[in-house]
């Protein structure tokens, strides 16, 4: 069983367009993440959730909408997407929120057109 | 404000040479938590180690080691007898403890490529 799957893997779209990512942890774990990883790797948290409660949102536009309806899951929304969002996508989660290793899921790919 | 650098963006050795990944961080908290992740080409991010900032021993894992230096700032990495599967991008995290919402800051990464 994966521990934490985020589907889908790959999403081409076209500017403009809205999008969802998916990610469920199985892990029975207390928060869930949204990192983005853009074209030079680098790795940029963008949300945190606490047992369905936002507690980090980094700057991050607001076309990008978590939404958590349990704390096993939570999804990404993106409105109106731009090139710029183009980038890999990972969902993490821990079992606390205070500094315990994440555990990542395998990432989307998003390229927008 | 808490950084994490990782000056080496790209690393390039042969089978069975030794390799070190250097990481420095800056933070303002006298307690924090260091990690390494690995990200091999296939793309997933696998843990690799967790430290607290009061846990100063050198730790060894098999072929792996970490040297953490509070007076330096630096949770080096290094690789003994490297093989072609450690090819990956390696990254050094930081996490600074309190509040509750404490978040993980990443360095850039380093490619690290073992040739055959």
């Known amino acids: 069983d994966t521990a934490v799957s985020q589907t889908p893997k790959y999403l081409v779209t076209q500017m403009g367009n809205d999008k969802s990512i998916k990610c469920e942890q199985n892990l029975g774990h207390d928060t869930m993440y949204w990192y983005k990883q853009d074209s030079k790797k680098f790795l940029k948290i963008m949300f945190s959730y606490n047992n369905k409660e936002l507690i980090i949102n980094e700057t991050v536009p607001n076309r990008f909408s978590p939404k958590s309806p349990d704390k096993a899951h939570l999804n990404l929304h993106i409105n109106s997407l731009e090139l710029g969002d183009s980038a890999v996508y990972f969902c993490a989660s821990s079992l606390r929120q205070t500094n315990e290793k994440l555990f990542f899921g395998s990432g989307t790919q998003l390229s927008v057109l | 404000a808490q950084k994490v650098t990782q000056a080496q963006t790209e690393i390039s050795v042969v089978e069975k040479e030794d390799v070190t990944l250097d990481c420095v961080y800056e933070?303002?908290?006298?307690?924090?938590?260091l990690f390494w992740y690995k990200q091999p080409p296939s793309g997933e991010l696998v843990f690799l180690i967790r430290r607290n900032s009061f846990d100063e021993q050198n730790e060894i894992s098999g072929r792996y080691s970490w040297n953490f230096q509070k007076s330096t700032s630096s949770f080096n990495f290094t690789i003994t007898a490297s093989q072609v599967v450690d090819s990956a991008v390696y990254f050094c995290a930081l996490s600074e403890a309190g509040g509750g919402s404490e978040k993980l800051v990443f360095g850039k990464g380093t490619k690290l490529t073992v040739n055959p």
């Open positions: 933070t303002r908290d006298t307690t924090y938590y």
